[in-house]
């Protein structure tokens, strides 16, 4: 049973357009949520988090939103740069598996041509 | 600073042989946690120690263990491997619990053959 599920494999992007990526999650006990890079033959690198007390973080290029409601979040990258592609893993922590350890999604493949 | 080490970075073993994988945390980082990348998954959480214990496990048989040792650096051992078990076992550190911001190694390609 995936509790957080990034149901995009791959997406493709043009330099300078935003990048928009999207996760989802079923426990509803999940109240931290994060986003890691990767690049190929290096471990992930933590990017972005939100709290879910708030709706919106933002960093630089990169905003990250939360709608619990619906239980998803994204995250955008304006404007995205050929440097951005990676593969980008959505992860969530709370709840019975507590906050030291993360649940991860299979990650989405981003690809920014020039 | 150093960051989180792995070795081997690539390891070939052979069905029902054991595989030993080792990790060096960021110096000052006590927890140590393992996660497995099989092909098409993501990061499954496999083990975590803190200051010398196994403070939580994922779900894994047994025949997945490891420890930490005093100066905080891991092993993690698969024993009577299995084909399945061929995958990428990143090994990440944070300071004390609450490891939200984890920063990982680079990793270790496990091939079961």
């Known amino acids: 049973d995936q509790q957080v599920k990034q149901n995009s494999p791959s997406l493709s992007v043009q330099e300078g357009r935003i990048s928009i990526l999207n996760c989802d999650y079923t426990?509803?006990?999940?109240?931290?949520f994060l986003w890691y890079k990767k690049y190929p033959a290096e471990g992930p690198t933590f990017l972005i988090s939100i709290s879910s007390i708030k709706d919106k973080n933002e960093d630089g290029r990169f905003t990250v939103f939360l709608n619990k409601s619906a239980k998803h979040l994204s995250l955008h990258i304006v404007p995205s740069q050929p440097g951005d592609s990676a593969v980008y893993f959505c992860a969530a922590s709370g709840g019975m598996s507590g906050y030291s350890t993360l649940t991860f999604g299979k990650g989405t493949m981003l690809l920014v041509s020039p | 600073e150093a960051g989180v080490t792995q070795s081997p970075t690539h390891l070939i073993k052979t069905r029902g042989q054991q595989a030993t994988l080792r990790c060096s945390p960021i110096s000052g980082h006590t927890s140590v946690y393992w996660y497995q990348q099989a092909l098409g998954l993501g990061l499954q959480f496999l083990l975590w120690?803190?200051?010398?214990?196994?403070?939580n496990r994922g779900n894994f048989p047994p025949r997945f263990s490891g420890r930490q040792f005093p100066n905080y650096s891991s092993e993690l051992n698969v024993n009577a491997l299995e084909l399945e078990d061929s995958a990428l076992y990143l090994c990440a550190s944070s300071k004390g619990q609450g490891g939200e911001k984890l920063f990982f190694g680079s990793g270790t390609q496990l091939s079961v053959l």
């Open positions: 120690y803190d200051e010398g214990e196994e403070r």
């Open positions: 426990n509803s006990m999940f109240d931290y």
